[in-house]
């Protein structure tokens, strides 16, 4: 898709859906992890009739209450920590460097941000070796600041801000 704007909750649940259709599936099983359980839960409120099971790992149900996860953790951060994660996002998170790091996070955002305000969050007593903040910096930035937003990590006010399903999730009667 060239219009990043068409990258929605809403249009990929289509998509889905035609891919469901194409291949003749009948009914299937589908699992949906972080993003994709948004849109598993996306798909299962509008064409439930259309599952077997739903499987979700490790995703939301609120963009909201994501957000509001997001301001704890901030609040949890060391003083020093989360001014600089401040500082940064209020100076702008785009357009600085080199031309091929303009449309993404600074090195310096990403290890901040993604290093040291997520990874001890998420991994607390288990860290994963392996993890490179770096490294998380390779995607589509076009997509993601579409989906996510452009104002960091801390918030989302992209398009995945029209997630806000938890109300309706007692209406998901397959095994889930």
Known sequence: MENPSGYTVENMVEDVE????????????????????????????????????????????????L???????????????RERIDKMEAEGLFGHGKAYEKNRY????MITAWGEGYFPYIYQN??????????????????????????GEFVIDGNLKSVEYTDRLKTITVPT
Not at 44 to 65: G, M, P, V
Not at 130 to 145: E, V
């Open 106 to 109: 600074t090195n310096e955002y």
């Open 18 to 65: 035609t891919v469901r259709q194409a291949l003749n599936l009948g009914k299937i099983s589908l699992l949906g992890h972080s993003y994709g359980g948004a849109l598993a839960q996306a798909y299962a409120l509008k064409y439930q009739r259309n599952l077997s099971h739903l499987i979700l790992a490790s995703t939301w149900s609120s963009t909201k209450a």
């Open 67 to 81: 957000n509001e996860i997001f301001v704890r953790m901030k609040q949890k951060m060391s003083p020093e920590l």
């Open 126 to 151: 288990h860290p994963d070796p392996n993890y490179d903040p770096i490294d998380q910096g390779k995607t589509s930035w076009d997509l993601y600041r579409e989906m996510w937003g452009s104002h």
